[in-house]
Nanobody
Framework: QLHLVESGGGLVQPGGSLRLSCVAS????????IGWFRQAPGKEREGVSC????????YRVDSVKGRFTISRDNAKNTAYLQMNSLKSDDTGVYYC????????????????????WGQGTQVTVSS
């Protein structure tokens, strides 16, 4: 069975940092584009950042540019989202997702492009 498991969420003060991890099992992550999404209460799920299979290309939405960095270690079957300078607006459940295929640029932030999803990890930014 194919699984994605996120970890690393928690409660952090504004301006703080968190590093989320996404571990894949049951498949080889290097064949897949990875995306990070988030969903705040009462809002739709939105794409945050994504990375191509060999890390040659990445994309971030404007609201996280200069603060969030996506990366992956295919040898460890793991993807990461480093989040710095966190704001209260960053609060939500963060999900990683994967689809097998080529890089699609900014379309990688569309949830319906993805075939596999993790269960999510809660990130709360509050003083």
């Amino acid at each position: 069975q194919l699984h994605l498991v996120e970890s690393g969420g928690g409660l952090v003060q504004p301006g703080g940092s968190l590093r989320l991890s996404c571990v894949a099992s049951g498949f080889t992550l290097e064949d897949y584009v990875i995306g990070w999404f988030r969903q705040a209460p009462g809002k739709e799920r939105e794409g945050v950042s994504c990375i191509s299979r060999r890390s040659a290309s990445t994309y971030r939405v404007d609201s996280v540019k200069g603060r969030f960095t996506i990366s992956r270690d295919n040898a460890k079957n793991t993807a990461y989202l480093q989040m710095n300078s966190l704001k209260s607006d960053d609060t939500g459940v963060y999900y990683c997702a994967a689809f097998r295929g080529l890089w699609i640029g900014a379309r990688c932030t569309r949830p319906n492009e993805y075939d596999y999803w993790g269960q999510g990890t809660q990130v709360t930014v509050s003083s």
